[in-house]
């Protein structure tokens, strides 16, 4: 089987590539433990900014904000997301498939200011009748995040059932097990790996988002990306850095742990197949 | 179509330990796709207890009759009849039909237990005799040593025997093999076509199979169907579709055959004669068939059927002189590759049944081929 | 009692309808009607009200008045601001997805040619990023090119320049800020196309001589089209309306129509005229993102078959 390798000028760019995507991060989490308030010089070793973060108290307030909606988006989203990815997928076509597709979709590349806008118009015209969204708030939030959200978990986990082997639903139906047994004793286990992704995947953009949130949020709901950026506009602080590291921290955590569980998983799954080939 | 040879048996054999006839009733049926035809107008009526194979190449329609059958189609038209019961509409899970994947579709989150029990569950059969009967098709297919290891734990072999299990876990009335062997290598191919042969006869269940190796139709059915573009080209048992193909298609899709190409000379009752541009004699037909004079028809050879000898034959008919072109040596037997003086080409089988037999014949030999009144089919299609 | 229930759950939808209904309805309701509602917006007047617009229909005595008032609209054209928003972010859009591809581009093929098992740490390492905040990255990038900044620190300490660069609030900041952004986007889609070459077509044409640059310019390139449209779409549309980068990267020179609607918005209080912005910037973005539903709905597709 012929493999392709990499010769030195790809590898290079692909080395100046990762350069260019980690200098960022790193400047910001080597001038978290800046001494000196200015962010570019300098001075000694503190720790004293991560200090004042937890001191803030709005910005703990907005931090807590964000955690809760991006939990609850996540949620919803993952079955939103679903739901939708198996009618892109399983379902048969029918009328108003392609409009269907198009919804799903379009959040995917559809600017920011103008799905924030027009929610908040929506929440404004609609809120007075029907009850919700007139005081906005973190369900306004809530549901503007889950909108977009949607469309990334759709894509995901479309993914995964597209490569899934469409004989093993074939084979539980064989067996007498009905459509909806056969998604949840056949299908939610197999794809439980994208479902994960897919709500890590939600749960990262809602707490990230910044134009969407302004736009529908209400006097109490500040969420944390509104706070870093008003805060921002105001200069550079060492308290953003300490919060950046730590969100780096934990998002290298995050990784480091999924990618050891991923390895385990397939050291296992080679010694089990030697294990078969072996005994014949 | 086959000329029809007088005094030739009319019908299938009967088999002494097959059950009744019309068990499962294909019932013109047939399958359109956006106006391409995959299925046209297909009826076949099998006995219980039969296998019986469906067999074609990529694309002739017998993978998506056999979907019909188990429910993952619908027909555009025409019905399925099993056991009496009119199951064209029903879902896949009201059927009492299961089926072996060619891919097995053994559920990887599952161990080889859970597998096999998995189609009882859904009947909500109690535990007790769920455990029972699990234990009953592992022991059948040889597998209760890995009762508790996971699919990925398997190798081919053994994934195909817990399918195997899994499909005859609740008794079907119809068992469907999509490829059953496709995954497998050459030797344990011919090993597990006679140990699924057995089972299945064993247990009396009647099996339809999806496969394009004709070996493979031929050693383990007891008919087969032959499918090309949708329609049913022949039916008939192994031997009867080996030795009395219907016409060209047939008689070349199964084993390798030699047409000789002619006219009817004498159409008589009990023999008719062929004469043959590739011959110097006339061929010489020991029955009757439906034809007529001066009908263009191709005589079917095997390449058994025909002798090669360095001395001219004495019978009158059915032989002819060439020079062999090429050999291909197969150990048990050779294939001869001899050019006869009109440009054409026949193949004849020695079999090495003497050392070095192989070693009477060479290149550029000048021979004769010859066979007997018996050994051809006169083809008119 | 039994017969009655059973027939009422006959009249039900099944349970494959509701999976089609709850996310159909669900964005029909908080994603299309809200374009229309801002379309209705749009021909509507500011107000000092809560909203802060003139309703479109209202009682007057006995008749119902309907009031479009399309100067939304005409004030969009007339105002020169408005026009070269518009053509300033479609400039900036194009150029820096053009950027996005030179950079992304080799990072793609780079991680498409190495062995499979180093591939998913690459592709981890090149999306880790985003899994951290966006508007922080942002932010690190203000602290490396504003003046006395790291990277003007660090060419001067070198001796490469005398006064230091200026770079931030100036439109080579704001592509480096979307490039650095958006390079996932375009490294994910076209990473995934370019996985699927068969490297044999290159050894192919190795073989009847063409040179590895050749090999890559006549097979590899035509090859990757799809891939390269799709990352283009994922990068293209939605930084026409990209807000945060232009504001902390970009001058006050930098146009960009995301900034302009939410200055029509939160500073003007201009809700109609933002609404107005909006329908225009859709329009504009239309057809770029049928192209991306289309190149969409191919790849669902082709991974059924």
Not at chain 2, 181 to 205: C, F, H, P, T, Y
Not at chain 2, 257 to 278: M, R, Y
Request: glycine letters at 6%; aromatic letters at 10%.
């Amino acid at each position: 089987m012929s493999q392709p390798r990499n010769s030195r000028f790809t590898l290079a760019m692909l080395v100046l590539g990762f350069v260019f995507l980690y200098a960022p991060i790193l400047s910001l989490v080597v001038y978290s433990f800046n001494e000196s308030r200015l962010v570019t010089v300098w001075s000694g070793f503190s720790v004293k900014w991560y200090g004042e973060l937890f001191r803030d108290q709005q910005m703990m307030a907005a931090a807590w904000v964000s955690v809760q909606v991006a939990f609850w988006t996540a949620c919803a989203s993952v079955v939103l997301g679903t739901m939708a990815a198996m009618v892109m997928t399983r379902f048969r076509d029918f009328r108003g498939k392609t409009l269907f597709g198009a919804l799903i979709t379009a959040p995917l590349v559809m600017p920011e200011v103008i799905t924030g806008l027009s929610i908040l118009l929506l929440f404004v015209s609609i809120g007075p009748i029907i009850g919700i969204g007139e005081q906005r708030g973190m369900l306004t939030i809530w549901i503007a995040h889950v909108t977009f959200c949607m469309a990334f978990v759709t894509v995901v986990i479309s993914s995964r059932l597209g490569e899934l082997d469409r004989s093993l639903e074939e084979a539980a139906m064989d067996l007498g097990a009905n459509r909806l047994k056969v998604f949840f004793v056949i299908t939610l286990p197999i794809i439980a790996p994208a479902l994960v992704s897919g709500w890590l995947l939600a749960f990262t953009l809602s707490l990230d988002d910044l134009v969407i949130a302004s736009f529908v949020s209400g006097p109490s709901s500040t969420t944390l990306p509104m706070k870093v950026f008003s805060s921002v506009r105001l200069g550079l602080s060492p308290k953003i850095n300490a919060l950046a590291s730590l969100m780096i921290l934990a998002v290298s955590i995050a990784a480091v742990i999924g990618w050891w569980l991923m390895t385990r998983d397939e050291k296992k799954r080679q010694r089990d197949m030697q294990m078969a080939l072996q005994k014949g | 179509m086959a000329a029809v040879p007088n005094g030739a048996p009319a019908g299938a054999p009967k088999n002494d330990k097959l059950g009744a006839d019309n068990y499962l009733r294909i019932e013109s049926v047939r399958k359109e796709f956006d106006g391409f035809v995959a299925v046209d107008d297909v009826s076949i009526s099998i006995r219980k207890g039969e296998i019986f194979a469906l067999l074609g190449a990529s694309g002739c329609g017998k993978s998506t009759l056999l979907r019909c059958l188990g429910g993952f189609e619908k027909p555009t038209k025409g019905k399925v009849v099993l056991d009496g019961q009119d199951i064209t509409e029903l879902p896949p899970y009201e059927r009492p039909i299961n089926m072996m994947f060619q891919s097995y579709a053994l559920f990887p989150h599952m161990t080889v237990e859970q597998n096999v029990a998995f189609g009882l569950k859904q009947d909500g059969m109690p535990k007790a005799d769920i455990a029972r009967r699990v234990s009953e098709m592992l022991a059948l297919v040889q597998m209760e040593k890995y009762a508790r290891r996971r699919p990925h734990q398997l190798s081919g072999g053994q994934q195909q025997r817990v399918a195997l299990a899994r499909s005859l876990a609740k008794s079907p009335k119809l068992l469907l093999l999509d490829e059953p062997m496709g995954a497998l290598d050459k030797k344990l191919r011919s090993q597990m076509q006679l140990e699924l042969v057995n089972i299945v006869e064993r247990l009396g269940v009647t099996c339809v199979m999806v496969t394009h190796d004709q070996e493979e139709a031929m050693t383990m059915a007891h008919r087969i169907a032959i499918m090309d573009a949708g329609w049913i080209r022949q039916l008939g048992t192994p031997d009867e579709i080996y030795e009395q193909p219907s016409c060209r298609f047939t008689a070349e899709f199964i084993g390798s055959v030699n047409l000789i190409e002619g006219k009817i000379k004498d159409d008589e009752k009990d023999f008719i004669t062929i004469a043959s541009p590739a011959l110097d004699c006339l061929a010489y037909v020991g029955h009757g068939v439906t034809g007529f004079e001066g009908q263009d028809v191709a005589l079917a050879l095997r390449p058994e059927k025909v002798a090669v000898s360095k001395e001219e034959p004495a019978q009158p008919h059915n032989k002819v002189k060439g020079v062999i072109e090429d050999i291909a040596y197969f150990g048990s037997h050779s294939v001869f590759h001899v050019r006869l003086a009109n440009g054409s080409k026949v193949l004849a089988n020695m079999i090495n049944s003497q050392r070095w037999a192989s070693e009477k014949f060479t290149w550029n030999d000048a021979v004769w081929l010859s066979w007997d009144d018996q050994a051809g089919v006169v083809l008119t299609s | 009692m039994k017969r009655l229930g059973a027939s009422i759950r006959k009249r039900l939808p099944g349970p494959r309808w509701l999976v089609i209904a709850v996310p159909y309805l669900w964005m029909l309701l908080f994603f299309a009607i809200p374009f229309a509602i801002a379309l209705k917006i749009s021909f509507s007047s500011a107000a000092i009200a809560m909203p802060p617009y003139t309703p479109l229909v209202e009682w007057v005595g006995d008749s119902v008045k309907l009031s479009l008032n399309t100067g939304n609209y005409l004030y969009l054209v007339r105002d020169s601001l408005y026009v070269n928003a518009y053509l300033s972010s479609l400039k900036i859009a194009l150029v820096s997805t053009f950027l996005c591809l030179l950079v992304g581009y080799p990072i793609a093929y780079a991680i498409a040619r190495m062995e499979p098992a180093n591939r998913n740490i690459a592709l981890m390492l090149v999306i880790l990023p985003s899994w951290t905040s966006f508007l922080i990255r942002i932010y690190a990038w203000v602290g490396i090119l504003k003046n006395n900044g790291l990277l003007n620190n660090f060419l001067m300490n070198l001796g490469l320049i005398d006064e230091p660069l200026q770079i931030l609030h100036t439109p080579v900041a704001v592509y480096i800020g979307i490039v650095y952004a958006y390079l996932p986007f375009m490294v994910l889609p076209l990473y995934a196309n370019l996985v699927k070459h068969d490297h044999r077509l290159i050894e192919a044409a190795n073989d009847l001589g063409a040179r590895p640059w050749k090999s890559f310019l006549t097979i590899t390139l035509p090859l990757s089209k799809a891939g390269i449209i799709a990352g283009a779409m994922l990068v293209l549309i939605p930084v026409v309306g990209e807000f945060v980068i232009p504001e902390m990267l970009g001058g006050a020179d930098t146009l960009m129509i995301g900034r302009v609607l939410w200055q029509e918005f939160f500073n003007n209080r201009d809700w109609p005229v933002a609404s107005a912005v909006a329908i225009v910037m859709l329009a504009l973005l239309i057809v770029p993102i049928m192209v991306f539903h289309r190149y969409q709905s191919k790849e669902m597709e082709s991974r059924l078959s």
